[in-house]
T-cell receptor, first 114, second 117 residues
Framework: GENVEQHPSTLSVQEGDSAVIKCTYS??????FPWYKQELGKRPQLIID?????GEKKDQRIAVTLNKTAKHFSLHITETQPEDSAVYFC?????????????FGAGTQVVVTP | NAGVTQTPKFRVLKTGQSMTLLCAQD?????MYWYRQDPGMGLRLIHY???????AKGEVPDGYNVSRLKKQNFLLGLESAAPSQTSVYFC????????????????FGPGTRLTVT
């Protein structure tokens, strides 16, 4: 089955700096890669996703890049703000035959210090 | 719309007791999922359902049972709780728009914090 590894497990950044989280996946058939943000005590919420037919996607201060050959994808947060502090999870899925099942990474605790 | 709701929010069980967690969604989603979240391990899929009356095992199904008698509800049961089942449980739902070939994002409930002593 699919295995997703996520690094780093914790990330401390100064407000205004950039943050990068990297994930690798094992199943070359995976073609959908969402990122979820979970604030303390809250539910995970989708912040951005990318499908295998594109290499990069941006939404304001966040972007995701995908390297299918190397089987890794990354989340980039620019101009970090205190409200970006949360746990971020990457995930991978094979959309066409997995019933939407997601394999999650272990998560990255991001702390943005003023 | 309430989205995805879970009952109860918190529960403490003694080893060997049983309980049922209820997940309800009002978005008419076909797919529903139960996850458990443990520190440093991300979200792990317990069971899932692709429609009313159907269920399937996920990554960590042992010790749990599920039922999907109504499209809007997905129940997770623990027949004989063990301390290893202490966790935060999340339910999620999703849908598959006809003709698109893709499954849309998963919407999560607020979670149930379960402690087994």
């Amino acid at each position: 089955g699919e295995n997703v590894e996520q690094h780093p497990s914790t990330l401390s950044v100064q407000e205004g700096d950039s943050a990068v989280i990297k994930c690798t996946y094992s199943d070359s058939a995976s073609n959908y890669f969402p990122w979820y943000k979970q604030e303390l005590g809250k539910r995970p919420q989708l912040i951005i996703d990318i499908r295998s037919n594109v290499g990069e996607k941006k939404d304001q201060r966040i972007a995701v890049t995908l390297n299918k050959t190397a089987k890794h994808f990354s989340l980039h947060i620019t101009e970090t703000q205190p409200e970006d502090s949360a746990v971020y999870f990457c995930a991978a899925s094979t959309e066409t035959d997995s019933w939407g099942k997601l394999q999650f990474g272990a998560g990255t605790q991001v702390v943005v210090t003023p | 719309n309430a989205g995805v709701t879970q009952t109860p929010k918190f529960r403490v069980l003694k080893t060997g007791q049983s309980m049922t967690l209820l997940c309800a969604q009002d978005m008419n989603h076909e797919y529903m999922y139960w996850y458990r979240q443990d520190p440093g391990m991300g979200l792990r899929l317990i069971h899932y359902s692709v429609g009313e009356g159907t269920t399937a095992k996920g990554e960590v199904p042992d010790g749990y049972n599920v039922s999907r008698l109504k499209k809007q509800n997905f129940l997770l049961g623990l027949e004989s709780a063990a301390p290893s089942q202490t966790s935060v449980y999340f339910c999620a739902s999703s849908y598959f728009p006809v003709g698109t070939g893709v499954v849309k994002e998963q919407y999560f409930g607020p979670g149930t914090r379960l402690t087994v002593t």
